[in-house]
């Protein structure tokens, strides 16, 4: 199985979790949006979180996972009133699942403009190579 179908998150969703992790508490979870891409070197991972600080972000990469979470919170400014939301404070919680084939200590995420933009290069094992035919 390739890494991408395995980075394409298989869930077991419960009720109080939709996001494929392990949701201790009662509190609702969410699963943001993302991407994935792949180039000969890497793949990469692009997870929308609008509205959240580095600060409040977790990314984890253990044996075979990869696990991104935090909160969104929204604060309104002094005197203002929220009349509409669509936007949630509840946590969020991303769980991907890979075939180990990443070069785990060379991963690097950067957040920017309300997006996770994570590079996750292959290990040498798995990248193309040229043999020469003698």
């Not at 935090?70 to 203002?80: D, F, I, L, S, T």
Request: charged share 25%; proline share 7%.
């Amino acid at each position: 199985m390739s890494l991408i179908q395995n980075l394409i998150p298989a869930f077991t969703r419960s009720p109080a979790c939709s996001c494929g992790g392990q949701n201790t508490s009662n509190e609702p979870t969410v699963r943001p949006l993302y991407e994935v891409k792949e180039t000969a070197e890497a793949w990469g991972l692009q997870v929308h979180l609008p509205g959240v600080a580095k600060e409040g972000l977790e990314l984890t990469a253990e044996e075979g996972q990869i696990t991104i979470k935090g909160r969104r919170e929204w604060k309104a400014p002094e005197g203002w009133t929220a009349v509409y939301r669509e936007s949630t404070d509840a946590p969020f919680e991303l769980v991907l699942k890979h075939d180990n084939s990443l070069d785990v200590e060379k991963i690097h995420a950067e957040l920017k403009d309300g997006v996770l933009r994570v590079s996750l290069p292959k290990s040498e094992a798995v990248k193309p190579r040229k043999i020469s035919v003698s």
